[in-house]
Each structure stands twice: as C-alpha cells, then as structure tokens.
C-alpha cells in the first residue's frame, strides 16, 4: 500500500507557480533543448527522503522542462550518484506523470494517486514534466542516495543528455519508525547536490 511522508525539505511545492519565463539552462548539461527546472539560470534541487524495508521502493520526482512548441521523445533515465554519498540507490521504476502530481516521498509502486506512463518511448511537449521514479536498498540500517536522473532523450534525429536534479535519500530499516535522521540526512544530501548541479 502507498503511504505518504512528509519527512521532505520539498522545494517543488513552491516552484509549480513559476512562469516558463524564469525557466532556464544549467551550464552543466549536454547540448540539447530540454533543461533542468530553473530560476534566473540556478537549478532547483528538491530534496526528499523516506524510510523503506529492505528493497522496497522509495518515491520521488525529478523534473524537466521543454521550452520548445514540438515534442521531444524520452529514451531512457539512470540515477545519478551523490558526489561524496554512497552507497546510491538501484532505480526500481520510473514513469512520466499523467497529471500535474508529485511525489514528495511516497513508498510503494504503482502510485495508485500519481497515474504515471512508461518513460521509454514517451513524448512530451512544451512545458514542465514530472517524473516519478523509485529507488531502493537491500542492506538494514544503511541509506541510499540518488542526485537525480540522467535522461537520455531524442530530438530532430539526434540524441541528447539532461539531469534532472532530485536530491533523495531512501533510509532502508526494517522498522519503520519515522525517524529524526531520515529528514536530517536529506539537508546534508540536498547541499552537495545543490553544488553539483550548480557546476
């Protein structure tokens, strides 16, 4: 069953408001039109995390953004390690919201709340897309870090890279207690990631 925790420092909540005009590129990425969700050139960089039995899927959202009219095909996603943060977590599922929803930190999937579609072979159009994807652990005690996405997707013949920067971390323990040092890891987790995405 899908339990909500708000155990997240959730930047997003905030940032559905923003207008496209103050989204822009992070000079990190790899050529290519979609970008990072932006403000005034500075990646946004959510931070969640949630506790999770041993190889249970820990839920979050990554975003991207299109700024052009046509559509561009989604190839594949890979989770991109923390720099300093081991050990990361194995990507279990990852799909492309069918609404505007989020997962700030959810357990289990499907999301029955958050319908999603395969992202291999989705298109997406002009806009903001919310990617909802999964990580996990195997080992009791230990936390699993992700810094976000690496989407491979295809534009006008060509292939293109871009990271779509979420910081989180899955607190993997065979009691689920909601504990103080799930949500405190995620700050520590949420800076670093900050620093990689700003270059």
């Known amino acids: ?15 559905l408001s923003i207008g496209p005009g103050f989204l822009a590129a992070c000079s990190t990425e790899t050529a290519g039109p979609l970008r990072t969700l932006s403000v005034g050139g500075q990646p946004i960089v959510d931070g969640a995390s949630v506790e999770i039995r041993p190889g249970w899927s820990a839920d979050f959202t990554a975003f991207v953004v299109n700024p052009l009219k046509s559509p561009v095909t989604l190839m594949s996603a890979s989770v991109v390690p923390v720099t300093g943060a081991a050990p990361t977590g194995h990507l279990l599922h990852v799909g492309i919201s069918t609404t505007d ?18 992202l291999t072979g989705a298109r997406i159009g002009h806009g903001k897309a919310n990617i909802i994807f999964g990580i996990t652990g195997s080992v009791n005690g230990r936390n699993y870090y992700a810094a976000g996405l690496r989407i491979r997707y ?7 890279a871009v990271t779509a920067w979420s910081a989180t971390v899955a607190c993997v323990t065979s009691v689920i207690t909601m504990r103080l040092s799930c949500p405190d890891v995620t700050n520590r ?3 670093k990631v ?3 995405a700003q270059g």
């Open 1 to 15: 069953m899908t339990t909500y925790r708000a155990v997240a420092r959730w930047a997003a909540l905030a940032i």
């Open 154 to 160: 295809r534009y006008d013949g060509q292939v293109y």
């Open 101 to 118: 929803g989020l997962a700030a930190a959810l357990t289990g999937w499907p999301i029955t709340q958050l319908p999603t579609r395969p």
């Open 189 to 191: 987790t949420q800076a």
């Open 194 to 196: 900050m620093r990689m």
